[in-house]
């Protein structure tokens, strides 16, 4: 039932050992992976800025008329989906604050810098950093948002919260829109936020590989969920103050499909994570394909074998020459030519974010990932391929049990690059009878995959629900909060 891994077959490639003409292959790799990732990117780029010129009504104020009804309007449903039991419909009272200007942002907050502790300190709050390490030997970056001079008896009512990021992002996308970001949110409403990202990120290390071995870049998606999560959940027990064994957990996109996989009947992580897990927070739930993957820039990678798209692509990091121009360009061009790009990739609109933070959003992606993990995203008999995270869709066998923990998803109705509504779906008509736990589901109309993330109104629409989904399943419920108030 579980996609099976091959970054570890094909010749002992992937061994970490190192044969005598292992350098040369690696020049030959980097060479060939540079020149046609230049080509690769350049055409995109074009096809963006072309597109860009061609679309006079993208705007932002005039997209937003486009889309289905005003944000300011819409009040989110927290229905449980699942069970007989039903949430009441609250107003999160977004009206007030969803106008079309804003202030210009002062000068510090408007100061574009690769440094996310910057911007948590901008907000009052203070950033520590820890390193994780897989059972794998993977060196993982988890960060930890501190309120500064607060009491440790105080701090000990904080519930601990574990952020997980996206493909080819950062756990700085939950901090990056200032005061309206869905991490400070959650420290205001007395959780103990932590931060995971996932391996190499933008610092690639590991126990025995260096950034040249094979072995760093062996893994895909089950690596991922298997080893990256649990270390991420067991550490944050370890090192929280609340003294619980369990952990809630979002996710956005990429980390829900390893949070999902890693919670299948058949995974060897599930005892463990299904211990740890509180709840867990799918944003955009990534377990079926969009009508996006056939486009023809991630369409044609189905049709390549693996070895000649090794040589297109590297058998290192995917695209590492992104990387470099992160280093070398200044820091609002960079962001602009990204935000162009990825907005042509992957169809985004812009309508409903805040326009003075988009630079700073977009300067925290892309991050070191391995050749080897966008081939399963886009390859010959991976996601896009299959148009589904898991090897079955039989509706006569279930993919999770009654050890699945209780979970929320966040449904965007315009979201092109997986479809939710399918996983929605699924779950009410297969999953329910093996699922013991509460599901429930909150649609978003409007909202595209990233809007969950960057939305204007995203607190309101996301942040409050999730707040009060957390609440009901925690043991004590309230009692664990600080500053824990009905004033949602």
């Known amino acids: 039932m579980l996609p099976k891994s091959t970054a570890v077959s094909d010749a002992g490639l992937h061994t970490g050992r190192n044969h005598p003409l292992h350098y040369l292959y690696v020049v030959l790799c980097y060479v060939t992976s540079a020149v046609f990732g230049l ?26 008329s486009n889309r289905t009804g005003s944000s300011s309007r819409w009040r989110p449903r927290l229905r449980r989906s699942f069970d007989t039991e039903e949430h009441s419909n609250t107003d999160y009272r977004s009206t007030d604050f969803m106008g079309p200007e804003f202030p210009a942002l002062d000068e510090k907050q408007s100061i574009l810098r690769f440094d996310l502790r910057y ?53 700085a996308a939950y901090c ?14 007395g959780y103990d936020v932590w931060l995971g990202n996932n391996r190499c990120g933008f610092r690639p290390s590991h126990e025995d590989f260096g950034r040249l071995s094979l072995g760093m870049w062996a893994w895909r998606i089950q690596e991922m969920g298997h080893y990256d999560v649990q270390a ?4 944050v027990v370890l090192k929280a103050l609340a003294k619980t064994p369990k952990v809630a957990l979002v996710a ?20 463990t994570l299904s211990d740890r897990l509180a709840c867990f927070v799918a944003l955009s739930p990534a377990v079926y394909t969009g009508p996006l993957v056939r486009s023809w820039f991630l369409g044609f990678i189905r049709h390549l074998s693996l070895s000649t798209y090794r040589l297109l692509f590297g058998h290192h990091a995917y695209m590492a020459i992104m990387m470099y121009m992160h280093s070398i360009f200044p820091a609002k061009l960079y962001s602009r030519l990204g935000y162009l790009m990825f907005r042509y990739m992957f169809d985004w609109t812009d309508a409903l974010w805040d326009q003075r933070y988009r630079d700073r959003q977009l300067l925290f992606s892309p991050v070191y990932v391995s050749a080897e993990l966008m081939f399963w995203w886009l390859g010959h008999g991976g996601f896009a391929d299959r148009g589904c995270l898991f090897h079955h869709d039989r509706a006569d066998t279930p993919w999770f049990d009654a050890q699945f923990p209780p979970l929320q ?16 779906e699924r779950l009410r008509t297969v999953e329910s009878t093996a699922m013991r736990n509460p599901v429930d589901v909150v649609n978003l109309p409007e909202y595209a995959h990233l809007d969950v993330l960057w939305a204007k109104d995203a607190v309101y629409r996301v942040g409050a629900p ?12 309230r009692d664990w909060l600080v500053n824990d108030d009905d004033s949602e």
């Open 39 to 64: 080509l690769y990117l350049s055409s995109i780029m074009v096809c963006a800025l072309v597109s860009s010129v061609n679309k006079p009504k993208s705007s932002a104020k005039l997209e937003q």
């Open 119 to 171: 911007y948590v300190q901008l907000q009052g709050y203070d950033l520590e950093e820890h390193t994780v390490i897989t059972k794998d030997g993977f060196h993982i970056v988890l960060q930890h948002i501190v309120v500064p001079g607060e009491s440790h008896a105080a701090a000990s009512r904080r519930f601990p919260v574990l952020l997980l990021h996206g493909l080819l992002q950062s756990a």
């Open 176 to 189: 990056t829109s200032g005061n309206d970001s869905l991490a400070f949110y959650l420290v205001a409403a």
């Open 232 to 235: 991420l959940l067991d550490y």
């Open 252 to 271: 956005h996109s990429q980390g829900t499909a390893q949070t999902f996989l890693a919670l299948a009947a058949e995974s060897p992580a599930l005892v």
């Open 409 to 424: 998803m966040f449904v965007p109705g315009e979201d092109n690059l997986v479809d939710p509504q399918r996983l929605v």
């Open 466 to 477: 999730m707040n009060h989904f957390i609440k009901s399943v925690l043991p004590q419920g």
